[in-house]
């Protein structure tokens, strides 16, 4: 009779330890900025350490989705145009989830992120395959200048490798941009940066001749941006 009570007591007293020391979003933030700044074991192609050093705790916190089952959370982090990282906290200790984050080890080549947990590999965020689809053992990629992120919304790679700049028509809300702020705003009144003498409308996504000038094709059509000079 004792050793039966004694069991369901044991449950749950584990059960109350879990709960009490179930990481929360700022004891992992601060763990998470220490580790990248001093230990130096999260790979650096997810996590910057100048980045963390420079802004530390509060940026990862607010960059930080937590999801909390009582005895345990999970916590994924995405900075800028990182590849998300993936922790699961339990007692407050925090154990990485995705390979790309895995102590020492990083992805089999450069610019290259995890895509599933059976080991399938996918280009980061800005880079494509130099042989699409690849062959096996040929995860070889490279930049793609004009490539759309997959994350913040109207954010192109820029000419130079690993660098961002907003859509056509777009700017950055706070400029210059602080590291992982990608946010923009449509500005009407904006010269194209791809068609001559067009400029951006007050409805977003909309385009116009700039004065003086004429589509080419009116009303243009798709993707027909030409221009003819009409006069002052």
């Not at 940026?59 to 145009?81: A, D, E, M, P, Y």
């Amino acid at each position: 009779m004792t050793m039966m009570l004694r069991t369901p007591l044991a449950a749950a007293g584990l059960a109350l330890i879990l709960i009490a020391t179930n990481p929360t979003q700022d004891e992992y933030a601060s763990w998470l900025a220490d580790q990248a700044v001093n230990s130096g074991s999260i790979d650096k192609q997810v996590l910057e350490k100048g980045l963390v050093s420079l802004v530390g705790a509060p940026l990862i916190k607010l960059s930080t989705v937590r999801q909390s089952f009582l005895f345990f959370s999970l916590f994924t982090t995405r900075l800028g145009n990182q590849t998300p990282i993936v922790f699961f906290g339990v007692m407050r200790i925090f154990v990485p989830l995705n390979a790309s984050v895995t102590e020492g080890q990083g992805p089999p080549a450069p610019h290259i992120a995890p895509a599933d947990a059976q080991g399938h590999w996918l280009p980061e965020d800005g880079y494509v395959w130099i042989v699409n689809p690849p062959p096996p053992g040929d995860l070889r990629v490279r930049w793609e200048p004009g490539r759309m992120s997959s994350g913040p919304p109207h954010v192109v790679a820029a000419d130079v490798e690993g660098r961002w700049l907003p859509e056509d028509g777009y700017q950055w809300i706070v400029n210059p941009p602080v590291p992982g702020d990608f946010r923009v705003r449509w500005e009407p009144g904006r010269l194209s940066r791809q068609y001559a003498h067009v400029v951006a409308t007050s409805d977003e996504g909309q385009w116009l001749p700039e004065r003086g000038y004429a589509w080419v094709a009116s009303p243009p059509r798709d993707g027909d941006f030409r221009v003819k000079y009409i006069g002052p």
